[in-house]
T-cell receptor
Framework: DTEVTQTPKHLVMGMTNKKSLKCEQH?????MYWYKQKAKKPPELMFV???????INESVPSRFSPECPNSSLLNLHLHALQPEDSALYLC???????????????FGEGSRLTVL | GNSVTQMEGPVTLSEEAFLTINCTYT??????LFWYVQYPGEGLQLLLKATKADDKGSNKGFEATYRKETTSFHLEKGSVQVSDSAVYFCALGAREGQNFVFGPGTRLSVLP
């Protein structure tokens, strides 16, 4: 099983809503990531969890709140978002964080978020 | 810090044409190198990788060779198809003290 599964695939929310994005992997990876991707741009790193602990927060606004309940699951809680937060949100995993040698990231299909 | 430069395109080719997408990098140490592909409306998929100098990665007719002397990892395909239309990202793998780094992406359109 080499899949990273993200739900929902599409989400439309108002600026006062609270919603969550979910990500799941069963490859035994101990590093999980949230990326944000705007149109025609590369993915931008938001958060990294290593062994279920938040390891990197790239100065992301507090209206985005990550959570890693266990080694297979990663959530991104959304509250009071702005229209400029509309983007494709990608989850990824890797065996370990910043490991030597191969460091492949495995990506999910993404959740396309529209904030009205 | 580490960085990746690649031709941004868009690149437009006719079917069966030869493809080259240039990628050069700046890095401390010797990170792994990757090409990821993103088809319209989808996430990123690993296309190929190379973990050390002179390694050649290949997949689906695409090839790239890790050139330490020129710090390059150019992507090539001998005969492109319409189905190869996508955005291609060159990337540096994570190392101690360095995150995964993506290039800006190159949009490829292949016309029938």
């Amino acid at each position: 099983d080499t899949e990273v599964t993200q739900t929902p695939k599409h989400l439309v929310m108002g600026m006062t809503n609270k919603k969550s994005l979910k990500c799941e992997q069963h490859m035994g990876h101990r590093a999980m990531y949230w990326y944000k991707q705007k149109a025609k741009k590369p993915p931008e790193l938001m958060f990294v969890y290593s062994y279920e602990k938040l390891s990197i927060n790239e100065s992301v606004p507090s209206r985005f709140s990550p959570e890693c309940p266990n080694s297979s699951l990663l959530n991104l809680h959304l509250h009071a978002l702005q229209p400029e937060d509309s983007a494709l949100y990608l989850c990824a995993s890797s065996l370990l964080i910043r490991q030597a040698g191969d460091g492949e990231l495995f990506f999910g299909e993404g959740s396309r978020l529209t904030v009205l | 810090g580490n960085s990746v430069t690649q031709m941004e395109g868009p690149v437009t080719l006719s079917e069966e044409a030869f493809l080259t997408i240039n990628c050069t990098y700046t890095a401390t140490g010797y990170p792994s190198l990757f090409w990821y592909v993103q088809y319209p409306g989808e996430g990123l998929q690993l296309l190929l990788k190379a973990t050390k100098a002179d390694d050649k990665g290949s997949n689906k007719g695409f090839e790239a060779t890790y050139r330490k002397e020129t710090t390059s990892f150019h992507l090539e395909k001998g005969s492109v198809q319409v189905s190869d239309s996508a955005v291609y990202f060159c990337a540096l793998g994570a190392r101690e003290g360095q995150n995964f780094v993506f290039g800006p992406g190159t949009r490829l359109s292949v016309l029938p």
